[in-house]
């Protein structure tokens, strides 16, 4: 990536004082931010400008007196900058004013909940004991909505402004926990491992030495290809104590080493660690204490980075709350896994033929992990997995081992065909080099799929959508409702009428009222035939066959409620990842804007994975499940907000909801109802978000889905 720089020609120059600034035309590779420069007679005044490619970059900024020049400063192509261009639209104090209020309401948490005249309030009261202008304080907090910390870019300087360990005594420490659990972590020692160095080793013990928990107890499990005299050389450094323990094993294959291990352990809870990773200074002390918070979890697991070359941290994994259907796409569990002594037993007990032939670490923290999920279906809660969102683990980039993608198709296939509903899944690679992919099985005989199209003339969309869902799907059980909206276009009405005679499958319905997206869906699902329900945009096309043969396979799960899919906007952009809680409003979509082939954070772009929440913009869920929250809710969300609405409804019944890049569409987004720009369709706007905020305020702040150190303002996991 290069760095381009744009000039604005003297005529294009905005007026001083408040200002829009609008950038169209950003090609794809112009993400981030862009620099802007102004400059004056007697000073130069920056600012930052985060970039929207594919769609308008609008800014609020306040222009200063006698301008002689302005850059723009993009890390992008110059190809990519070929067709921007540069609009400056000059506004009332007043006007600036309300908009910046609104979006510190809508995307900075300290203003969340409040009324416009609350934050311009708050503003006046802070300028004046802080004897700054109002101007200054309202423009630095609205600067803090648009900044973006990138993952890969500017860890470093979360960690240093951000992150909070906690540096506690370890006397206090125990002295406030009603119970002192004893950790006990394992970790076996390969020839390979040693080959690297003894140091890694012991700088991994140093990590454990200075925990500000001290009820921790280590097993070093020595492979017998180890010689004498590495033996000896460790034993100088690491005598054995009560709480060091080196074992000099006959075994070499890793998992008899890990077991060995494991069996000699006399903790509550035990965990694995690998040669040269080290554990944060509060780790065992955040474990003591979520252990004694959430006594029915049997499963612990926190948030990990790397070591790079240079021994600095990086790599950031950011990790989402229990996802069963994300674990079965890949570990996202990862290493940081401590498990209560007990459980891990029975797991290990009546897996050892599955355990037993594994040849590393990444395979049996896998198959580990996949036993206990076979087991927490079974048995356990969403209590009992407790997720702990701070970096514990740091891990040694250098990993000689890692799990080979075959490796976890076969962990996988082989835990499900324990499972009697899911012994008929096929399991594949998936589309990462790491990742899984289950095609579940579609019952016999296939369900009736209802179809649901709202829609109100503009057949210049509805023609496409239609045509392409009746062309285009290779599941053919399904009937194609269009709920037709009082359309009084004679093109729209002959096509509607030409499309009912010409497919069996298509049914025209009239609903005569004003328009209710709520409303409008009810009425369809009150008239559908089918024992799942889909709800389709009007203006969305799919992009394969197969769209709705995944859809209907994963909603025929008894688990699993909504289903969502993956959505572009008609230039290749991505336009729906699933739904992230809590991000601008009320929530927005993951990953928005990210080109068609990007894997995303973690690789979710491409994952099967468990989220909150998914648009109604193409969405499956079993009519019974429908019926059983009441369906949409047509009284207080009539347009905006309903689809999340109704996958809470849904996830409170207990059915996990789940998106699937499997199923691809475009999405022309909203062109039947067009942008809420008028007072009318704001203030409805508002009645909107403020029932979404009384009725779902704690989850909106809280998605287990994502991970608490990642942004609410912008839809790109970048952090906090």
């Given at each position: ?382 209590d009992s997995v407790c997720h702990l969102p701070y970096m514990l683990y740091h891990r040694l980039a250098e990993l000689p081992r890692p799990l080979l993608q075959d490796d976890a198709v076969t962990l996988v296939r082989k835990v499900l065909a324990q499972q009697l509903v899911s012994a008929e899944a096929a399991v594949h690679p998936g589309l990462t080099s790491t990742s899984v992919r ?223 890049p499997f199923a691809e569409l475009y999405h022309h987004e909203s062109m039947s109802r067009g942008a809420d720009d008028t007072p009318t369709k704001r203030a409805r706007w508002l009645r909107e978000v403020a029932y979404m905020r009384r009725t779902w305020a704690e989850q909106l702040d809280k998605d287990p889905a994502y991970n608490p150190n990642l942004t609410l303002v912008h839809e ?5």
């Amino acid at each position: 990536m290069e760095n381009s720089v744009l000039c604005v020609a003297a005529g294009e120059q905005p007026l001083p004082g408040w200002n829009m600034l609008e950038l169209n035309g950003l090609g794809a590779d112009a993400h981030g931010a862009a620099t802007l420069i102004f400059y004056t007679a007697n000073r130069v005044v920056e600012s930052s400008v985060s970039l929207r490619p594919g769609k308008v970059t609008k800014r609020i900024l306040w222009v200063p007196v006698n301008v002689k020049k302005i850059t723009f400063s993009f890390m992008a192509t110059e190809s990519a900058l070929s067709e921007v261009t540069v609009e400056w639209v000059w506004l009332t104090p007043w006007f600036a004013h309300n908009r910046l209020a609104r979006r510190l309401i809508n995307n900075h948490a300290s203003y969340k909940g409040m009324r416009l005249n609350q934050v311009i309030r708050t503003l006046h009261v802070e300028s004046v004991a802080k004897g700054r202008r109002w101007r200054k304080l309202a423009l630095a907090d609205y600067d803090q909505t648009h900044a973006k910390q990138h993952v890969a870019d500017d860890y470093t300087r979360w960690i240093q402004t951000t992150e909070q360990p906690a540096h506690e005594d370890p006397q206090t420490v125990i002295a406030g926990l009603k119970t002192a659990p004893l950790f006990s972590l394992v970790m076996p020692v390969t020839g390979d491992d040693l080959k690297r160095g003894e140091a890694l080793l012991l700088n991994t013990i140093d990590s454990l030495r200075t925990q500000s928990y001290f009820f921790w107890e280590i097993y070093i499990v020595l492979s017998a290809e180890i010689s004498h005299e590495q033996r000896q050389s460790l034993e100088r450094y690491l005598p054995s104590t009560s709480r060091i323990n080196l074992i000099h094993s006959y075994h070499y294959e890793f998992a008899q080493l890990d077991h060995q291990g494991f069996i000699q352990t006399q903790g509550d809870g035990v965990m694995r660690i690998s040669v040269g990773d080290q554990l944060a200074h509060e780790a065992l002390c955040r474990l003591a204490k979520a252990w004694n918070k959430y006594p029915d979890a049997q499963l612990f697991y926190a948030d990990e980075d790397l070591f790079g070359p240079k021994g600095e941290r990086c790599h950031p994994v950011f990790k989402p709350g229990w996802n069963p259907d994300l674990l079965l796409s890949t570990n996202y569990i990862g290493r940081v896994a401590l498990y209560k002594r007990r459980l891990l037993w029975q797991l290990e007990t009546e897996q050892a033929d599955l355990l037993g032939n594994l040849t590393n670490a990444a395979a049996v923290d896998y198959a580990l992990a996949l036993t206990f999920l076979n087991w927490q279906s079974i048995h356990g809660t969403i209590d009992s997995v407790c997720h702990l969102p701070y970096m514990l683990y740091h891990r040694l980039a250098e990993l000689p081992r890692p799990l080979l993608q075959d490796d976890a198709v076969t962990l996988v296939r082989k835990v499900l065909a324990q499972q009697l509903v899911s012994a008929e899944a096929a399991v594949h690679p998936g589309l990462t080099s790491t990742s899984v992919r289950v095609e579940w099985p579609i019952p016999s005989p296939e369900p009736l799929v209802s179809l649901l199209v709202p829609t109100r003339n503009g057949v210049g969309i509805l023609r496409p959508c239609v045509d392409a869902i009746l062309e285009m799907t290779a599941y053919q059980h399904f009937e194609l409702l269009i709920l037709d909206n009082e359309s009084d276009c004679p093109e729209t009405l002959a096509y509607m009428d030409a499309v009912e005679k010409r497919d069996p499958r298509v049914r025209v319905l009239r609903w005569r009222h004003p328009f209710n997206y709520s409303a409008i869906n009810n009425f369809g699902a009150a008239h559908a035939l089918g024992s799942i329900i889909g709800l389709i945009n009007n203006d969305v096309e799919p992009m394969d066959e197969h769209w709705l043969t995944e859809m209907v396979s994963q909603v025929s799960r008894a688990e699993i409620g909504c289903v969502g899919a993956k959505l572009y906007y008609p230039n290749g952009m991505l336009q729906h990842g699933g739904v992230i809680l809590g991000l601008g409003d009320v929530a927005g979509h993951a990953h928005r804007f990210f080109p068609r082939h990007s894997e995303g954070y973690t690789g979710r772009l491409k994952l099967v994975q468990n989220l909150s929440a998914v648009t109604a913009a193409c969405l499956l869920l079993r009519k019974s499940v429908f019926d059983n929250v009441g369906g949409l809710n047509e009284h207080d969300l009539t347009i905006a907000y309903n689809d999340v609405d109704l996958c809470l409804k849904v996830r409170e019944a207990g059915y996990r909801n789940l998106w699937s890049p499997f199923a691809e569409l475009y999405h022309h987004e909203s062109m039947s109802r067009g942008a809420d720009d008028t007072p009318t369709k704001r203030a409805r706007w508002l009645r909107e978000v403020a029932y979404m905020r009384r009725t779902w305020a704690e989850q909106l702040d809280k998605d287990p889905a994502y991970n608490p150190n990642l942004t609410l303002v912008h839809e790109d996991y970048s952090l906090r």
